[in-house]
């Protein structure tokens, strides 16, 4: 099995930054991509940022400019610093990672999510 843990998130003033840490761990063979994504109450869970094994990025519209997504390939880490948050930045945040344990069998999987909570 794989698991991804996030850390970090929290309670912000509008303009304000936060940072999102996440780890993932088990029988990786492959970690083609991980990325975070968000979800409002209410609201589908969207895309926030997502990065390859290649260092490719690409980003919802709305947080371009703000937010950066990082990956450390040899921990299996990736990161997303954000920037000039908005209230409308207010979700819970998930970690997701996709990969294979092995030639054949693919894993695609979630953190439990943490509170990103800013204020006007």
């Known amino acids: 099995q794989v698991h991804v843990v996030e850390s970090g998130g929290g309670l912000v003033q509008a303009g304000g930054s936060l940072s999102l840490s996440c780890a993932a761990s088990?029988?990786?063979?492959?970690?083609?991509?991980m990325g975070w994504y968000r979800q409002a109450p209410g609201k589908a869970r969207e895309l926030v940022a997502r990065?390859?094994?290649?260092?490719?990025?690409n980003y919802a519209d709305d947080v371009k400019g703000r937010f950066t997504i990082s990956r450390l390939n040899a921990q299996n880490m990736v990161y997303l610093q954000m920037n000039s948050l908005k209230p409308e930045d207010t979700a819970v945040y998930y970690c997701?990672?996709?990969?294979?344990?092995?030639?054949?069998?693919?894993?695609?999987?979630w953190g439990q999510g943490t509170q990103v909570t800013v204020s006007s």
């Open positions: 088990g029988s990786i063979f492959s970690l083609n991509a």
């Open positions: 990065v390859t094994s290649g260092h490719s990025t």
């Open positions: 997701n990672a996709v990969g294979y344990f092995n030639h054949y069998q693919a894993y695609d999987v």
